[in-house]
């Protein structure tokens, strides 16, 4: 399975394109690690959308119960739920055109990132995205 993890070209190109990435699995707990990626993230200057249906809002920005109820188009679906949910969680990707799926670090399964790259989409499971930003020197490509 072609996973985009290890091609650091590839990474750094989805990264600098980026504009919008739903946080699949969003805690509004300040010390949980989707809350912190999702701020730095947003620090970085992306647009970022919470995807919670146990939560209607965090930090006064509305928490989306799933990625079909973002209003706008979303380059990265960034999941941070355990690697059983991914068929359903890519599925719905594929359902509202999301360019890229990417899974944190420890959560990955082979039969759905299959289904996303037969649907066209970029790959990136087992990684955590704040890392491999930092790792890349994004922001220097960026602008920011």
């Known amino acids: ?3 985009l993890k290890d091609d650091h070209n590839a990474l750094r190109e989805v990264l600098t394109h980026a504009k919008a990435i739903a946080v699949v699995g969003h805690s509004d707990k300040r010390d949980r690690t989707s809350y ?3 701020q730095f993230l947003r620090r970085v200057g992306y647009i970022v959308y919470p995807v919670n249906p146990l939560v209607k809002e965090i ?3 509305p928490c989306y119960p799933s990625l079909r109820e973002i209003p706008d188009s979303v380059d990265i679906v ?3 739920r355990r690697s059983e949910y991914l068929p359903e969680i890519i599925e ?3 359902s509202i055109n999301a360019k890229t799926v990417w899974a944190q670090l420890g959560i990955s399964d082979q039969a759905s990132a299959q289904k ?3 649907a066209g989409l ?3 499971m087992d990684a955590c995205i704040k890392v491999e930003y930092l790792r890349l020197d994004v922001g220097n490509t960026r602008g920011e």
């Open 36 to 38: 912190q990626i999702a």
């Open 122 to 124: 970029n790959v990136i």
């Open 92 to 94: 719905t990707a594929i």
């Open 59 to 61: 930090d006064g920005q």
């Open 78 to 80: 960034n999941i941070f």
């Open 116 to 118: 996303a790259l037969d």
């Open 1 to 3: 399975m072609p996973n």
